[in-house]
């Protein structure tokens, strides 16, 4: 995805540097003639929604390079903002963007894989195998005798008691290998984002408002370690109840999923932003067609994030192992006792058949409302970007609630389970893509405009 991704904004440059250095090039009014043209002939033989969201990503792929960044090095890149006003996140000129671009893009596939590992580790019951937690880390049991110690350890938790009563040495070797592994995952993330960050700040290249930004995140991050030992700690408590078995709040589960979403949400937006000033705009009809597609965008991503969150408490409940039937829960399409808990707000987070259904709600709202943003815009004169992001997310939201059904029926086995929650992931990236493609460009970049993209066959 990253990849794609970067080929895509790379074609931006261009212009944004053209605009630098005050004028329009005559390669960014041929890349608007081939976008124009290619889009043109392959939308001829296309459906609607595939066709031309595929085929309007092909011709931005397509369209001719942007010069090499050895060409454009005569910009100031000592300034982090043109003398037009474009206010650049990186000095340094194209080449620092570009490393400072591809080290943040870096990370956020880093926190990536750590949410779709923590899906894994929580599916497999690893997560309450490590009964405490050190700031600095500790090397894992080498010796029989120091496996031995850490085996009795979790013997006293409540886990061990209720749910792994007679588990072997070599059967807690595995669910303690998964956690290890998720915890040193993320400290090695903390030392992968710090050492470059340090490196591009000693440089000059971190402006002062990325420098805040990315600080921030970084606190964020460090503080997911403090959030994951306390949400593994409410695990490790006796159970309310004698016939409970011991598993973590899910409102504590949902803060570390929610902190998680938030610091990949954080760096791949300001990825975008470092790699790719300015939003792809060749005509003032395309930007007024993308402020048309925006008015419904971010009311979508709305729902899709709370979706995703809605997800963490499913998970926090163990709401998937039950009503293992679609589309109706058991016999009804509302199941009883939806709001037997006191006070009403509690059955939201706490009640299984209430946790299940409203996902359910939500999961098939992001559906409807994604549909329509398509439906409603499939007419409009737009970038055709905009257009392939469109149709991307209309299929990634019927493969997502495909693996959820599946999910629920096949009774959350590991793998799906995990391909559901990065589902959940990739939906949200392809939403952060699409609204950051929609930015209204600055107006230096509107100004340099025509009214509409100008085609080869005029």
């Known amino acids: 995805m990253f990849r794609a991704v970067g080929s895509v904004l790379k074609r931006n440059n261009e212009s944004i540097y053209g605009i630098a250095r005050g004028s329009t090039s005559s390669s960014h009014r041929a890349f608007t003639s081939n976008v124009t043209s290619s889009t043109t002939v392959n939308s001829a033989s296309s459906s609607p929604l595939a066709g031309n969201s595929f085929n ?25 903002e043109s003398k037009e006003g ?17 080290w943040l893009f870096g990370s956020a596939a880093w926190v990536f894989s750590m949410v779709v590992l923590g899906g894994v580790t929580r599916l497999t019951r690893s997560g309450l195998s490590m009964t405490d937690w050190k700031f600095t880390g500790e090397f894992p049991p080498l010796s029989d005798e120091a496996w031995a110690k850490e ?63 990315l600080s921030g995140l970084f606190a964020l991050g460090a503080g997911q370690g403090f959030i994951g030992w306390w949400m593994v700690k409410s695990g490790l408590e006796e159970p309310p109840s004698e016939y409970s078995q011991p598993r973590v709040s899910p409102y504590r589960l949902a803060a570390h999923l929610t902190s998680a979403f938030a610091i990949y949400c954080g760096l791949f937006w300001t990825a975008l932003s470092v790699v790719m000033p300015e939003p792809p705009a060749e ?30 408490f499913v998970a926090g409940n163990d709401a998937g192992r039950a009503f293992n039937t679609f589309p109706k829960m058991g016999d009804t399409w509302i199941p009883d ?32 409302a994604i549909g329509t943003m398509w439906w409603f815009t499939r007419k409009l004169d ?77």
């Open 151 to 213: 085996f009795e350890k979790y013997k006293q938790s409540p886990e061990y008691k209720r749910v792994n009563k007679g588990m072997n040495l070599e059967d807690f070797k595995f669910i303690y290998w998964m956690e290890y592994a998720h915890r040193m995952w993320g400290r090695g993330l903390g030392i992968m984002f710090a050492l470059p960050f340090s490196y591009f700040l000693r440089k000059g290249y971190i402006t002062l408002r990325l420098g805040v930004q």
């Open 382 to 458: 737009i970038h055709p970007a905009v257009k392939a992001l469109i149709g991307s997310t209309v299929g990634m939201t019927a493969v997502q609630v495909t693996l959820g059904v599946s999910t629920l029926l096949s009774y959350v086995p590991v793998s799906l389970g995990s391909a559901h929650q990065a589902g959940a992931l990739t939906l949200l990236t392809l939403m952060l893509l699409l609204n950051h493609t929609l930015r209204r460009p600055s107006p230096s970049l509107l100004k340099s405009l025509p009214q509409v993209v100008k085609s080869n066959f005029s």
């Open 86 to 102: 474009l206010k650049l996140l990186v000095t340094g000129g194209p080449q620092a963007r570009k490393w400072v671009g591809t």
């Open 56 to 80: 309007g990503f092909r011709s931005l792929l397509k369209c001719q390079k942007a010069p090499t960044f050895r060409k454009m090095s005569t910009l100031a890149a000592s300034s982090s």
């Open 283 to 312: 005509s003032l009809a395309w930007v007024r067609g993308a402020a048309k597609v925006k008015k419904l965008a971010l009311p979508v991503s709305f729902i899709v994030g709370i979706t995703a969150i809605s997800g963490a």
């Open 337 to 368: 006792g939806i709001f037997e808990m006191k006070p009403l707000i509690n059955n939201f987070f706490e009640n299984t058949a209430t946790v299940q259904l409203d996902h359910r709600l939500l999961a098939t709202t992001t559906l409807l």
